[in-house]
């Protein structure tokens, strides 16, 4: 089966400008996060979709920060204004049901560099 | 602050030796999973513990939890060069809202040829 599709792979932009990341998920699959991992941490949660309503948002910075998933298929992560903090890999995954204990599927995540 | 915390920090060993890397937590968890990345690539699942279990294996894999001391270890047994990566371990926990994932810090491991 194919894998979590993210793009771009990498983006640069200036502090203050806007920016959007853009995954598909594996097929079938109803459950997706958005994990913000900067560089020598873990990822950290920050949006969890089941279909296309929001479960988990706890760790968004709302007042930036904004996800969507229409359709319950793709979804979109946006940030309007990136600050430098905001530097690090944006990190898709996947898994087929809201159950506990399903493994997640990443993709290769998008590398954010704010100038 | 993330859940939990991954010691060491970075490992360096010879192939054909064992890993072994812990994972400590600090709150009472459903699940714990170890995810492993390789440099540049997104997290790939290896395994996961229920928290009512305390060791189970996977081919080269061996992990155990316990959950009095609320930490994991993640063995891997004759390493190879491409078993370098970051590992990660991941709790989870079943709040009314839905399951609440954490990820620790990471241990880096080479595995010298």
């Known amino acids: 089966e194919a894998g979590v599709a993210q793009s771009p792979r990498y983006k640069i932009i200036e502090k203050r400008q806007s920016v959007a990341f853009w995954c598909n998920p594996i097929s079938g699959h109803a459950t997706l996060y958005w994990y913000q991992q900067i560089l020598g941490q873990g990822p950290k949660l920050l949006i969890q979709f089941q279909n296309n309503g929001v479960v988990d948002d706890s760790q968004l910075p709302k007042d930036r920060f904004s996800a969507e998933r229409l359709k319950g298929v793709d979804s979109t992560l946006k940030i309007q204004p990136a600050k430098l903090e905001d530097s690090a890999v944006y990190l898709c995954?996947?898994?087929?049901?809201?159950?506990?204990?399903?493994?997640?599927?990443f993709g290769d995540g998008t590398r954010l560099s704010i100038l | 602050s993330q859940q939990g915390e991954e010691d060491p920090q970075a490992l360096s060993i010879q192939e054909g030796e064992n890993a072994t890397m812990n994972c400590s937590y600090k709150?009472?968890?459903?699940?714990l999973q170890w995810y492993r990345q390789n440099s540049g690539r997104g997290l790939v699942h290896l395994i996961l513990i229920r928290s009512n279990e305390r060791e189970k294996h996977s081919g080269r894999l061996r992990v155990t939890l316990d959950t009095s001391k609320k930490s994991s270890s993640l063995l891997i047994t004759a390493s190879r060069a491409a078993d370098t990566a970051s590992y990660f371990c991941a709790t989870e926990t079943y709040p009314n809202t839905g399951n609440q994932f954490y990820f620790g810090t990471g241990t880096s491991l080479t595995v010298i040829p």
């Open positions: 995954a996947s898994s087929s049901s809201p159950l506990p204990g399903q493994p997640q599927h």
């Open positions: 709150t009472s968890i459903n699940n």
